[in-house]
């Protein structure tokens, strides 16, 4: 009786999204047929596949995809890590948090993409500051979202560890931080889109590799069907980082 | 015929042991911006070693607030609360708390929500595990011990809830209304399981209601709390034999008794 339901919400899920891509592609041909749209404004869906086949089987966009992959991958996990631990110690240490919230108020203010030259002016063109400013762009969402979640939990269940005897730091590592896992769950899904987002700026402003690199000389050379390429590959790569958090979501808080 | 029978079968009750649980004077008011409000007035009572002892009274008369008192939750404002002889200023090892609700922790196994005190108290949990096992076992939940408390009905998560207060092994057992939230049938199964445990274990228990039944059914000594501010109206000694059963329901000392408390309770709704 299941296996009709199942394959009835498969088609469900997969056909109508299928079906507006055909139609863009489809309107997309068209517009840049021969006679239609120049390519320099425009290229044509052959042209761009021609480019990601080149790119990814010729070996040409493969090492930029992995710089920018590695950069955003690694200083979304130091900022999570980051944002984390702040958020556990503030909700540990409550007169941390009068001590550090105007500061982090103040800075989560700013637009961190503006940071972005004076990071590279610090850190020179290379991995390190990249991985800076993504890292600052992942740290406040998961913050916020690991100091809201830990205070989020059921106060009977505090009570109920308090009445037997668990110290601070038990209670925070084995009711606070699962009771908010949904929260930074929620706040990883910003956070990898955020982590592309920062990893793609640093790379505009000064580097010489990375997707972000790619499409910025792509513009200089008028190499389009490339920079949308690249473009591509950034969404694939956005796409799947976000269903790979959310199936981590899925069996880690499996009892939400 | 029937009652020489009861009279034979009457338990020594243990009027004789030392006092387990001291509770004197106790008063204690909430603060709130909307004002004071008190909560309990000037309580005092005892609670025998191995006594089974009730706290009866209606909504709002600070049962839950005496509850957090012994287990040091909170402290009285006046008075003073003593277990064996010590002073009351924090929650104490040797005493287990079932809750109203299971405050079962989601994300964990049945097993190792049983386990939970024995961890936050960083005992070797690995001995702890075939207590908890054997605990399970008392409560008819072996079979369940690796599932997750959402996999349980309302009935059997609350039973986790009991034989985790019973993990550590504590001498003084409080629990706070534990069986309000569950069905008549399911109650009644858990009174009988509940009088089983303690006869079988011999702790001293504190348990708070509002069901007349209930602590009837189980008590050694009924105390009777009056409204917010809550204080002492009644101690209401139980002398039914042990083990109490359905049938001791239809007795007519339990029943006698019941009807008393119920006059009790009605007077008390009465505006003075």
């Known amino acids: 009786m299941m296996e009709p339901r199942h394959a009835l919400d498969v088609v469900k899920a997969v056909v109508p999204p299928l079906a507006t891509g055909v139609v863009i592609v489809a309107v997309w041909a068209w517009a840049t047929r021969p006679g239609g749209l120049d390519a320099f404004v425009l290229p044509s869906p052959m042209a761009v596949l021609r480019a990601l086949y080149q790119g990814w089987i010729g070996g040409t966009l493969l090492p930029h995809a992995l710089a920018t992959g590695k950069a955003a991958l690694g200083g979304l996990v130091i900022g999570a890590l980051a944002g984390l631990a702040s958020g556990a110690l503030i909700v540990l240490i409550r007169p941390l948090e009068y001590l550090m919230m105007p500061l982090v108020t103040a800075l989560q203010s700013v637009p961190k993409i503006a940071l972005a030259p004076l990071i590279i002016s610090y850190f020179g063109f290379g991995l390190e500051s990249k991985v800076f400013t993504v890292a600052l762009l992942c740290f406040f969402p998961l913050f916020v979202a690991a100091a809201t979640g830990m205070r989020a939990v059921d106060p009977r269940l505090l009570d109920m560890y308090r009445a037997f005897s668990a110290s601070p730091l038990h209670i925070l590592l084995h009711a606070r931080l699962p009771a908010a896992a949904p929260y930074v769950f929620g706040a990883l899904q910003i956070a990898v889109v955020l982590a592309l987002i920062g990893c793609v700026v640093s790379e505009f402003v000064a580097s010489t590799e990375g997707l972000g690199f790619i499409i910025k000389s792509g513009s200089g050379e008028l190499d389009i069907a490339g920079m949308f390429a690249a473009i591509l590959s950034l969404s694939a790569m956005g796409v799947a980082a976000g269903l790979l958090v959310k199936e981590a979501q899925r069996r880690i808080v499996f009892w939400s | ?272």
């Open chain 2, 1 to 272: 015929m029937a009652v020489a029978a009861y009279e034979q079968l009457r338990p020594t009750v243990v009027r004789a042991a030392p006092t387990h649980l001291e509770v004197a004077d106790v008063s204690l008011t909430y603060e709130s911006r909307r004002g004071r409000v008190p909560a309990l007035d000037r309580l005092s009572f005892d609670v025998a070693q191995g006594a089974f002892v009730s706290v009866l009274g209606p909504s709002g008369c600070g049962k839950s607030t005496l509850l957090k008192l012994a287990s040091g939750l909170l402290r009285p404002m006046a008075g003073r609360i003593r277990l064996a002889g010590e002073p009351v200023t924090a929650p104490r090892r040797d005493v287990g708390i079932v809750f109203q609700q299971p405050t079962l922790l989601p994300w964990k196994t049945v097993l190792e929500n049983v386990l939970v005190p024995i961890r936050a108290m960083g005992r070797d949990a690995s001995a702890g595990r075939e207590r908890a096992l054997e605990l399970l076992r008392l409560v008819k939940l072996e079979p369940f011990a690796a599932n997750y408390p959402h996999e349980l009905s309302g009935g059997m998560q609350q039973r986790v809830g009991i034989a985790r207060g019973l993990i550590h092994d504590p001498a003084l057992l409080l629990m706070d209304e534990p069986f309000a939230a569950l069905d008549a049938m399911t109650r009644e199964t858990m009174m009988d399981e509940l009088q089983r445990i303690w006869m079988s274990t011999g702790k001293s228990v504190l348990f708070i209601t509002h069901s007349i039944p209930e602590a009837v059914y189980l008590s050694d000594r009924i105390l009777v709390l009056s409204p917010r501010p809550g204080r002492l109206l009644h101690s209401v000694d139980v002398d039914l034999p042990r083990p109490r059963t359905i049938e001791t329901m239809a007795d007519p000392r339990f029943v006698a008794l019941a009807s008393r408390l119920r006059q009790a309770f009605v007077a008390m709704a009465e505006p003075a």
